[in-house]
């Protein structure tokens, strides 16, 4: 070969075999042929000079044209043709080579040497040239040649071993008016032949996509593999780097997909990040999409609504013509939640339920028999990842080490790809790269476009804060009172393996500072404690966050001694501790993270904002810098990239309906499976997902002592009822204390316990808030009416001045789906109450809402969203006592003590919540009423919410 590149394929035309006929004729039909021939019948005419090779020449048909550009057009087509001879039984005029029809020919006299020509018209650049020949006439020897002239030929490509079928010919290096082949040596002993014959300036042969990793976070430890043209990729946070590859006639370079426009891509599962030509980031979640996905289409599974399975789709990019497309795999990760870094770190090592699941029955074992030993071993090697840490910080401020943290300074669940931690100087950052942000938002949910995930309140923003610091540290955090309703911190408590502490909901609580015990800067004001100026412009305050190993009952005690012990409930300290609390540096995941040592986390959480000051009440976000115990101030942060990614995932919607693949009723069938089933999910910290049938017309509230012993109970009533019976048979017995040593075991709480084990809340909740639960389903033509007596709250939504006293600080009813997806939900501020403060709230399908349902009859009606399936239900009664606390109704454990109140201790006490009428609540009891829609509009306008009736067949 010379000058270019030749591509065969084969079977290219309608009606061809890959297999020449010429090849498989038999001596008979040979002789019939050259009888033919020798009678005339089948010669070829020769041509004799310039002017009877012109006159066999076809008429220039129709162009195709792109406008403004002849990228990928054949220049050829319907140009006038010349040839050096034809055949004269049948048409087979030189003009069919650039007719376009796939199904005519230019046929050549049965002798060497022959040639054909195109003329372009003007002088054109040729970098391919496409050939197809017929299947009995092909050259084994041709050029390709060019002129200006049609006289004087250069060869821009040479071969003597063509054996016919289709001839792609690129990077070519050529150019003239007139572009020839010329054949020198025949195939077989017919003509030459040619079905085609084009010619492109520049043509796109090949588009391919190809892994593309360096804008991804999968660099290491992510597992993601792209094999056999098929990605495989995490279902829930991972993002995949697909890059187009395009390749021209001419073998030039297009690395980013210029030369022909921009590429068009599209997916039809997950969505795209961000365009960059040739590069597209595809993020696999069940996230909305950019187009909506669902059912099947032949064999592939276009959207999992259940996030217990696989998922299935395909990638394709359109470019300068062609296209090209790749299957994607979306893995199922443990039915994985997307929780950003944490469940990042559970595809690593800390799996307890895959491989290291033997690891995780050991460490238990072991804890379990010599504790001190396991203590004393988690506790040193935390103090050396803190001393290597100081001593980095230490050189970084002197100058003598890069900002970003060597890989191999920390473990690999401390410092890895997702967080890639960096130092810099406190002043260099803005507070709006520090935070990840879940904006408060009353409106009401578009489930057209999908809901947000782990159970926020729609009343409240939530902001969350990842550091790392060495022990001995301080968190300093410099701000304004937001104007809302209520503000608090809460930072992961001090480093202590016998209290293990997990950001998914198992172990020990936060430690918390709330607003009223915040003192405000010099000259300026809090406007949240009672009779204060809500409005006053100085509302500075900076709170402080000591770093330390040990017990944060007891750590936080030794602030102000006295305080925790008299009110352990509440809380509350007195402002002497100078706006300090004590947390982790870092956190020590426990049995459930395989025993990882992971970054730090402070929570911060604004519920109401005031109705036109915004999610964040009308301030900034507070700025946060760390000091080392000498007091040289640092921040740390993972790169803003890794930030910016994780702010964006945390605000994506789902589709409505992602985990709840099922049709639920409260009357269908369940058994022991729903329990065990719910026990394996719970253990991990998972959604539930049990059928929920228990849940009847008598069974009230139960009442969280933690997520984890909390999700568990749920799952077991679920499967046995409240009275714990299986086929006629009492298993309390068995379920019951299975349920509290799962969660002493994994947890380390229990009424036992001694504190922090022993306090009400564990981590992950708001510690002021007291919550009561269950389950429900509302059938489509049925509405669920709740009603009972709202606590009175301080006005504070429409901007009221002056801050007040109250029963609660803040009260909402909110449902969920499989207890993870934010289906919606009221606050007080929402709610409508008649004169003694009592409520009706009606929830339903928007169609199925009532008549009656409307504020002005004293009505407060809420959509249920479309599902079918059960919801969970979540009320919060907000307690920041004393002043804002109703001593005899707020169910906290000085009125529902764990002991009683809980339904896995021996001496649960049904009468206190558990049934579906006024307990130890009192009127503040939600009462939970079924009906059909027309049932409801029965009751006319002038509704009284202590008149509306009460079946007992659900």
Known sequence: MAGGEARKRRGF????????????????????????????LLGGVPVRGEKAAADIGGEPGPALQVPGSDIGVDLAFGRPVKASSRESWWDHAPKHAVDGDPNTYWASKWSDPQWFYVDLGKSTDVSSVILRWHEWGYAKSYQIQVSDDAVNWATIYSTSSGDGGLDEINGLKGSGRYVRVHGSERGTFFSYALYEFKVYRLRLVNLSIEPDLVETDMQKGWGTTFKDGVWEGWATYDIVGFKAVPTWSDHAADPDCTRAGSPRWSCDYGWFEGDKGAVRNLTMDVAYPEERMCGTTGKEVLWSTDIGNDAWGKVEVAYGGLSSQVAVHAKNPLFGIPMDYLFYLLEQKIDPLDASFYEFLRNALGHALHPEEYYQQRVNEAHQISDRLEDYIRKWLKGEVPSELPRDLLPYSLNNDRMQWELVHPEEVQSEEQWGIRDADLEDI???????????????????????????????????????????YEIAPPFDPRFPYSPTGIGNAEVPIVDADIEPDPGHVNPFRVGADRTAANRRYHVYFQLEEGNSYQLNEALNPGSMTETPLTYRTPTSTNNTRVGGPMIYWGYTGSEQIIPSLLWMRIYLPDRDAGPLGGVALPKAHLELSSGE?????????????????????????????????????????????????????????????????SVGWGKPFGVLLGSLEMSAVSALGVDCKFLGFDVAGIVKPLIRALDRLLAGRGPDQPPPGSLESSSTVCKYNNYLSRYMTIEEGKVLVLTGKLPRTP???????????GELRFFSITHYADTILDYGGVCDAQIATDEEGRYIIVMSRAKDRPANAKPEYGVTWNDWGPSSATQ??????????????????????????????????????????????PGALGDWHPVLHYMSKEEFERLGTRLDPRNIPHTDDW
Request: hydrophobic share 40%.
């Open 633 to 697: 101030r640092f921040w740390i942060r993972p790169k803003p990239a890794n930030m910016k990614r994780y702010i964006r995932r945390a605000n994506l919607p789902f589709p409505t309906g992602t985990f709840l693949p099922r049709e639920m009723h409260p009357r269908s069938g369940a058994g022991l499976f729903d329990l065990f089933y719910g026990i394996y999910r719970a253990a991990t910290g998972f959604a539930l997902s049990p059928s929920f049938t228990n849940w009847n017309s």
């Open 795 to 805: 006005r504070t939504y429409n901007g009221e001045t002056v801050m007040e006293d």
């Open 872 to 917: 969970y239900f979540l009320i919060r009664f907000m307690s920041v006592a004393p002043e804002w606390r109703e001593t005899g109704k707020t169910p906290d454990m000085n009125n529902l003590p764990w002991e009683k109140a809980d339904w896995a201790q021996p001496g649960y006490d049904r009468d206190l919540i558990g049934n579906n009428r």
């Open 13 to 40: 035309s309608r009606g061809r075999n890959s297999e020449r006929p010429a090849k498989r004729a038999t001596a008979a039909f040979l002789t019939i042929m050259l009888l033919l021939l020798s009678s005339g």
């Open 446 to 488: 578009d489930f057209d476009r999908g809901v947000h995930s782990w159970i926020p309140d729609k009343a409240c923003t939530f902001g969350q804060l990842w550091f790392l610091a060495p022990f001995g540290s301080r968190l300093v955090l410099e701000g304004d009172f937001p104007h809302a309703r209520f503000l608090d």
